[in-house]
């Protein structure tokens, strides 16, 4: 699963490397709130804001769907506020093709049709074999699909002989090692996602929180094959860390996963195929990640062995 990931790239970044054409305020301008034409959507899709905006806050639509001065997360948990890449027609614009933007949206799908948005944070993840067909992600799948752009995740393991310890009941709680997974060469972890709208029924129109926009990650099985560059010591595949791991596009599958207009679904799930083996090396970390509380660049700093003893 995909339960934690750092992403350190700024919307400069994001924006060369995705081609961004909306969403990223420039580095030498003051974040003034947008009025031009592409900021001025609603109810469509001006839902793309931060969901998070205190109630009563005069601030305006526009200037919460710019990304601003996020700043660089090394520990993004469930229920955050996250960058994602995604391609919408602008309302009122001349033409109606799609228009690749940067925005920002809560991890944790809210499907459309749920009465409260209390189970968001179950839902940080769909599986690739059944997101199809479920009715939580389908629609979404058909029509809205996003990337969450990544340095890469953390995954947990819990050692065979720790693991055969709480079996036998001899200890409670077995220790697990932290382990941050990333494409080998440094590039992008560009991650599967969908993104979803929901209406705050509770809430007037206009009001800054009546709309959420959500997003989940999809995942597939942890590759079998040897890492690129395995640990000194530990696992020698991704599938010895979890049985399952975020499913990365390739830059080849981008515009197709994207494209709001591709909406055949038998030619939608051959883009969930899983990326070439060999791509991705990991490493022990911390276990301070395991708090959420602990952020900055020392999370992913690589340990010569697993922190928690000799876990293999």
């Known amino acids: ?8 790239r700024g919307p400069e970044d994001l ?46 639509q526009e200037a919460r769907e710019v990304p601003g001065p996020l700043v660089p997360d090394y520990n993004v ?28 949206l809560r991890w944790g799908l809210v499907p459309s049709w749920s009465r409260s948005p209390e189970g968001a944070a179950r839902m ?9 067909e479920k009715p939580a992600y389908r629609q979404a799948f058909a029509t809205r699909r996003c990337i969450l752009p990544a340095d890469g995740y953390y995954e947990w393991d819990t050692g065979r002989e720790e693991r055969e310890l709480e079996v036998e009941g001899r200890r409670k709680r077995a220790r697990k ?43 597939t099985e942890a590759e079998t094959a040897p890492l690129a560059v395995p640990p000194q010591e530990g696992p020698r595949s991704l599938a010895d860390i979890h049985p399952r791991m975020p499913l990365m596009l390739t830059p080849d599958r981008w515009d197709a996963w994207l494209d709001p207009r591709h909406t055949d679904t038998a030619e939608l799930r051959e883009l969930l195929a899983p990326p070439p083996e060999g791509l991705m090396r990991a490493y022990p970390v ?4 395991s708090n959420v509380r602990n952020n900055g660049p020392e999370l992913l700093k690589e340990l010569s062995g697993p922190e928690e003893g000799t876990l293999f």
């Open 286 to 289: 911390g276990t301070a990640v």
């Open 77 to 104: 948990a469930p229920t955050k506020e996250v960058l994602v890449v995604l391609d919408r027609p602008l309302k009122d614009a001349a033409s109606p093709r799609p228009v690749r933007q940067l925005r920002r």
């Open 15 to 60: 924006a060369g490397i995705f081609g961004i054409e909306v969403g990223v305020p420039s580095a030498q301008e003051p974040q003034e709130p947008n009025t031009s034409r592409e900021s001025q959507e609603a109810p469509d899709s001006q839902e793309l804001h931060d969901s998070q905006e205190p109630q009563g806050s005069q601030k305006s």
């Open 1 to 8: 699963m995909c339960g934690r990931y750092a992403a350190s």
């Open 177 to 219: 090692q932290p382990y941050f997974v990333t494409p080998a060469d440094g590039s992008v972890f560009a991650m599967a996602g969908l993104y979803e709208f929901w209406r705050d029924p509770t809430l007037p129109d206009g009001h800054p929180r009546s709309w959420w926009v959500t997003c989940s990650v999809i995942t």
């Open 124 to 132: 940080i993840n769909a599986r690739a074999e059944t997101v199809h």
